[in-house]
Every structure is written in C-alpha cells, then in structure tokens.
C-alpha cells in the first residue's frame, strides 16, 4: 500500500491524515475517504510519504477520482501560502477555494471543449429545406458559414439538436472544437494617457510587475484594462479579471461581450448557480475559459496559461473576507502574478493607501489618467454646506430640496446618497425613551416599513413592529434617523412627479435586479435614485449631473483608524459618479464638520495631496502600512469570559514574544453581542511582518492547546475592520 497525506475540509492544525492505497495517486486528485464514521471528500497532497503512526490505524481510501484532471501544483502552493499566511488550517482553506461540485464525495462532470457544427462539401450540395419552414431554413444557412456551437445554434431554432442529429446520419454535417477565438479591434481611440498606461502594461507581459493605475473616476481605466487584456488574448494567454461587488458584473459583462463576443469567459460569484460556477472553474483549470471575471472568491480559480491579472476598484474593502478564511483577494492576487511571472493592474481613482505607499517607495509601477476618456466630460463642481445650524427636512436641506427641484424640471438625473439602509436605523418611544435593541446583539434593529418589521443588519433576527412601547405601552413610537426607504417617501412626497427608484442591498437582493436597473437608466425612466455606498462603486450612469450627500460625516465618529480614508474614497467615488459623459456634474455635500480635512480635499478632488497628509499621520504611529496588525478575537456567552480568556492566553504568549512586537488590550468589541455571544479582541502590532507572523504563530500555537468548549477564537492577519 502506498501512503498519502490527504486535505480535509476539518478545523485540524495543518488538515492533513494519512490514508494508504494501492497505488500512487498524483497530487491534487480528490478521493473520498471515512472520517470519523463517514465519508467525505478530500485531496492528495502527498503521496509515497512514511507514515508518522501505526499502519494499522490507518484507513484506506474509499474512491479517486483519477478521471478528473487533479488540481494543479501552483493552485496548491496557492492554497499552502493562504493557510499559511492567515494562519488557517490548509484543508479548510483547500476547500473554501473549491466550487461546490468539487466539495462533494461524488465524481465531477468535466467540461467538453465547445464543438463546432457545419456543413460539409456533400452537405452544401443538398437543397436547402424551403424557405416557408423560415428557422430551418436560416439553421441550414448558418450552418453554411464557418460553423457555430450548440448553443448558437439553438439560438436560430430550438430544434437545432435534433436537425443536426438528422443531417449528421445523412453524413452532411461535419464537428470539431472551435479554433483560438479572433479578435475584434476596438472601436474606442485611446487617448495618450490610456495608450501610454497599455503599453507599459504591454512591456511587462512574461514577467512579475505590479502596475497601479490611479485614474480619476471617468478617466477610462476600463480601457486601459481592455486594451491589455487583448493583446494577452491574442498570445493565447488566460486572464484573471476581479471585482469587489457582483452588482458591478452585469455592466461588466455589458461590456467584456461587446469587445470579446467570441473569447470563452468564466463567471465566478457568489450568485453564480452551484452547477455552472463548477463548471466555469472546471473550464478556467483546463484552460477552455480565456477570461476568467468574478469577485474575491475567483482569486483562487486555478488558470493554467495566466497572462494577466486585473483587479478593479482595488481598495474597496470587499476584497477582505471579514469571517471563517480571512484572506484579502488583492494581496493573494499580487503573491500569484509573482507566481506565475506576469503582471497584475490594481487601479482605482481612490488607491488604498497600502497600494499608494508601494507606488511612492517603487514596489508598484504607478501609471496616472488625469483626465476623463471622454473629451465633452468635466469634473462635479463640489459644495460642501454645514448643516449643523439648518432645520432638515428627513435629513434633507432647504438647498439640496432646491437643487433637486431644479434638476428634476431641467430634466437632469439625480443622486441622493446615504450610506445607511432601511426605513430607519431604529425605533423609539418618545415617552419613554425606549429603543429596539436586538435580542441577540447589541446592535439597534432597524424598521423596515414596508415589510413592517425589525430587522438586525447583524445577525438576520426579525420581529414585526411593535404596536406598543414594552416598556410604558406608549403607541406612539417614533421612527429616528435617516435611511434609504424613508428618503425615497420624502422625496416622493416631495417630487411627486419624479421617478425615484431605491437602490441598496434590499432593493438588489435578486439576480437581475441591476440588469434591470441599467435598463430603466438607459431608457430614461429614473428621474433620482436613492442609494447605499454600493452605487458608489464604478457604476457609469452617463444622464447622472446631480449627487445629494446626506449624513457624510457620520464614520468620522468612528475609533477605527480607516474612517477617514474610508470617507474620503466613498465620497470621491460618488462625487465621479456625477457629471460623466458631456454633462457638467454638481455635488452637495451636507455635514456638521465642514473643516474636516476630508471634506477640504473631496472639495478639490485632491487625492494626492489627502494621501500625503493621511500617511504622514500613518507614519507617526507606526500604523499600515508602516506597522502591521493582527486581531486576536474570541467570543463567549458573556463578554467577562470572552476577556478572561484572552488575558490568560495573553499573559503565556508575552515572555515568549520579540521585543519589537506589541500586545494591545483585550478590550470588548464595539458592537460586543452578536448572534447571542459576546466577543472581545486583542491586537498584535509590529514593524516586522516577519516577526508580527512568528508571534501569531505563537498565539495559534497556544490557543490550539488551550480549547475551551465556552469559547471561540479566530485570527484576523492584515486586519481591516477594528
């Protein structure tokens, strides 16, 4: 028997047993073996290997898949580096990368190369089917031209299987797999900014360089993107496209089949159905699928000929995993353009700071588009109004109702932007004082009228509004605050006339839900949309000249170290949604911290100069990207035992730590109950990466051997929310 180490999606140290077969079975191939008195799926990561216990306790595996190609060497050093890094178990990790159809303990379906059908020279001599049977007819016809898929064919007549089938025992019909896809030339002139930008990409194809591409928002990254990725195209090259958000895929997609109609393109999110993400990833590993689009997930999406990686709108916080697997997409993208020796494009109008540090010191090639790609288009003219004196209407000022007025009658569209959602973000008895607090949080629920609940955005619970105050039988509570369904009833109360259209998690909950948004924008049928930050991210709306900022200030309250840098991305990006195309933008920022350094430099449209300031603040403290953090998180049935653990585990890891590697807290976290536990946390910081991951090392090491059934903890490496 020969001995292999196997993956198992189970929270041990390394995820690794020892399972014997009768042969050598490559790495990479999935089996199925027994643990723990059932069968569950797993991976080779070893073979031939010396068992390090008895032989007689180890267990046999049940099935290999040997039919399906295994997961190839460099997905796997993959995979070894994220569990590494983010100090995870590899089995977990190995499998939070699969598709569902590969976690599974039953035998994958692989991917045909797509045929092509068509007529062969005895075929074209036969007469056509008349023309009064017109889809056959046109069915034949095409199939007279260089050959078309199944699928393409189905699209002429839905019969097409079945005539093929037909012509084919007629021996009329000839199959083979489609050729390399041609390439259309763009219609779209790149200006010199976008040709320079393309081309220097263009210089580095065959070796690791990480480009950042700071383009003001309207300033054609897109292009750029799409430029390049044609030429890795016509090499025969694969091509790695991610996003932050799956609502910015159906513009996307807009576009990438408008340029690349014939290129064979994979889909990976989390809305993608279970059977077909298998597949597109199937089809991305053995290199059917050219171009390869999803959000953070898709990272890990195994690409034999990878030419290319782009990651789009990169300091967007959605590319961090906040929960099981903390790994952050962006980063894990630039360790594999340097595994696999090609170039990586992070571009944003806002660059994180960790990705604008990198330019400045030379670590990043910095590629800048300081003007917008289309020539009539001009930069929003931006006021920011203190409203800490104003009388509000719902949140609204005397001149942003003004403004919208005016916008609405000149036939503008128009913005309104609040980054909160729901009626109201809570409900109160003003008798008393009461407000609706979350039985399992300690989070405020939030009203949703038109379902007429609470809801907490935390943990999901639910309850229908009250019709009374609990506490003093009040009936008359009060809805307090301002989110996106009560802006939309003012405004509609407002603007009667005007077509309001909500846009937040809610509201785009459905698959097609932004498909028919883009719809009913592009057939003028949107007068103001009200929405969350989810619009504030790379969404082209080319009639949009008005943006309405509500509450902006309201992060800058926050202890979080981010909130500011946060802030100023947000309100940069919706202020660029204003004012594309050849309409002049206008922006009004409502806040009660008019001198707020942020708001000077959204005013001017500064980033530099807010980035400056921003690091050299940074620098002091020896904050990121000067320092590096690790969380050290646990949760308990009560916060005191949360606490207690984390100090006893603190006070074993201390004397063993460098002496440049700091312990802060614990301390509770700020929203302390969720989903019926209590969590604290506890940072580790140092200016050694190096040194900051031997410490954690250590704090896994000691948590692994001090479990408590009350309590649980995780790590969170490069830690983003605090």
């Known amino acids: 028997m020969i001995y292999h180490h196997i993956a198992l999606n189970v929270p041990l140290s390394d995820g690794l047993l020892t399972y014997a077969y009768h042969e050598a079975l490559p790495a990479g191939t999935r089996v199925v073996?027994?643990?723990?008195?059932?069968?569950?799926?797993?991976?080779?990561?070893?073979?031939?290997?010396?068992?390090?216990?008895?032989?007689?306790?180890?267990?046999?595996?049940?099935?290999?898949?040997?039919?399906?190609?295994?997961?190839?060497?460099?997905?796997?050093?993959?995979?070894?580096?994220?569990?590494?890094?983010y100090h995870y178990p590899l089995g977990q990790a190995v499998f939070t990368a699969l598709p569902q159809g590969l976690k599974e303990a039953k035998p994958a379906v692989m991917p045909e190369p797509p045929l092509v059908y068509r007529l062969n020279e005895c075929g074209r001599k036969q007469t056509p089917p008349p023309e009064r049977f017109h889809k056959k007819h046109a069915l034949w016809h095409a199939l007279c031209s260089d050959g078309l898929t199944l699928p393409d064919l189905k699209k002429i007549h839905t019969q097409a299987e079945k005539l093929l089938d037909e012509w084919a025992q007629q021996g009329w019909i000839d199959t083979f797999h489609a050729a390399a896809p041609s390439l259309m030339p763009s219609e779209h002139i790149l200006n010199a900014e976008?040709?320079?930008?393309?081309?220097?990409?263009?210089?580095?194809?065959?070796?690791?360089?990480?480009?950042?591409?700071?383009?003001?928002?309207?300033?054609?990254?897109?292009?750029?993107?799409?430029?390049?990725?044609?030429?890795?195209?016509?090499?025969?090259?694969?091509?790695?496209?991610?996003?932050?958000?799956?609502?910015?895929?159906?513009?996307?997609?807009?576009?990438?089949?408008?340029?690349?109609?014939?290129?064979?393109?994979?889909?990976?999110?989390?809305?993608?159905?279970?059977?077909?993400?298998t597949q597109d990833y199937l089809r991305a590993m053995s290199g059917q699928a050219k171009l390869v689009i999803g959000t953070r997930l898709a990272v890990f999406t195994p690409m034999s000929e990878l030419g290319l990686i782009v990651v789009d709108e990169e300091h967007d916080s959605s590319f961090k995993q906040d929960n099981e697997l903390r790994y952050h997409a962006r980063d894990l993208a630039v360790w594999r353009a340097k595994q696999a020796d090609c170039p990586i494009v992070l571009g944003s109008a806002t660059p994180s700071l960790e990705s604008w540090h990198k330019a400045q010191s030379g670590a990043y090639q910095l590629l800048e588009l300081t003007e917008r790609a289309h020539t009539a288009a001009q930069l929003p003219q931006v006021e920011v109004l203190n409203v800490g004196r104003l009388k509000l209407d719902n949140g609204f000022s005397p001149q942003a109702l003004k403004l919208l007025q005016q916008n609405f009658a000149a036939g503008g569209m128009s913005l309104v932007y609040l980054n909160r959602r729901g009626f109201s973000p809570a409900l109160f008895c003003g008798d008393c004082g009461h407000t609706f607090g979350c039985p399992n949080c300690s989070a405020k629920m939030v009203l949703h009228q038109r379902a007429r609940q609470l809801r907490c955005h935390h943990c999901d619970h639910r309850e229908p509004v009250p019709y009374k105050c609990p506490d003093c039988g009040n009936q008359d509570l009060t809805a307090v605050g301002h989110g996106t369904q009560r802006v939309e009833e003012t405004l509609r109360s407002f603007l009667p006339q005007?077509?309001?259209?909500?846009?937040?998690?809610?509201?785009?909950?459905?698959?097609?839900?932004?498909?028919?948004?883009?719809?009913?924008?592009?057939?003028d049928d949107v007068d103001i949309l009200v929405g969350t930050q989810m619009l504030a991210k790379g969404h082209d709306f080319a009639q949009l000249n008005l943006v309405i900022v509500l509450n902006a200030d309201g992060s800058l309250y926050s202890s979080d170290f981010r909130a500011p840098e946060r802030l100023f991305a947000e309100l940069m990006q919706v202020s660029g949604r204003s004012g594309r195309a050849d309409k002049?933008?206008?922006?009004?920022?409502?806040?009660?911290?008019?001198?707020?350094?942020?708001?000077?430099?959204?005013?001017?449209?500064?980033?530099?100069?807010?980035?400056?300031?921003?690091?050299?603040?940074?620098?002091?403290?020896?904050?990121?990207?000067?320092?590096?953090?690790?969380?050290?998180?646990?949760?308990?049935?009560n916060v005191a035992q949360?606490?207690?653990?984390?100090?006893?585990?603190?006070?074993?890891?201390?004397?063993?730590?460098q002496?440049?590697?700091?312990?802060?807290?614990?301390?509770?976290?700020?929203?302390?109950?969720?989903?019926?536990?209590?969590?604290?946390?506890?940072?580790?910081?140092?200016?050694?990466?190096?040194?900051l991951h031997h410490a954690v090392s250590l704090w896994v090491q000691v948590l692994q051997q001090n479990r408590d059934r009350k309590i649980r903890w995780s790590v969170d490496v490069d830690v983003q929310d605090m």
């Open 33 to 85: 073996v027994p643990f723990r008195n059932k069968l569950q799926a797993g991976m080779v990561w070893a073979n031939d290997i010396t068992p390090d216990i008895d032989v007689l306790k180890i267990q046999n595996i049940q099935t290999a898949f040997t039919d399906e190609m295994p997961l190839p060497q460099d997905w796997r050093a993959l995979l070894a580096f994220t569990a590494r890094y």
């Open 194 to 277: 976008q040709q320079h930008a393309s081309q220097q990409i263009q210089t580095a194809f065959g070796q690791f360089q990480p480009f950042l591409l700071y383009g003001i928002t309207g300033s054609g990254k897109t292009e750029v993107y799409f430029d390049a990725i044609a030429q890795v195209l016509a090499q025969g090259k694969q091509v790695l496209f991610l996003l932050p958000e799956i609502n910015l895929t159906p513009q996307l997609l807009k576009r990438v089949q408008n340029r690349f109609a014939d290129v064979p393109t994979a889909v990976l999110h989390s809305q993608t159905a279970a059977g077909k993400r």
């Open 498 to 523: 005007a077509k309001v259209v909500r846009v937040d998690r809610d509201s785009t909950s459905h698959k097609d839900d932004w498909s028919d948004l883009y719809q009913r924008i592009a057939a």
């Open 584 to 637: 002049a933008g206008q922006v009004l920022i409502q806040t009660q911290l008019p001198d707020h350094a942020v708001f000077a430099a959204v005013k001017v449209q500064d980033y530099r100069h807010f980035a400056a300031n921003e690091l050299s603040e940074r620098e002091m403290f020896a904050m990121p990207p000067f320092g590096f953090q690790t969380a050290i998180r646990a949760d308990a049935p």
């Open 642 to 657: 949360a606490m207690d653990f984390l100090n006893e585990m603190k006070a074993v890891v201390q004397p063993l730590l």
């Open 659 to 691: 002496e440049n590697v700091t312990q802060f807290g614990p301390a509770p976290m700020l929203m302390v109950r969720l989903a019926e536990r209590e969590r604290a946390q506890l940072f580790l910081e140092s200016a050694s990466r190096k040194d």
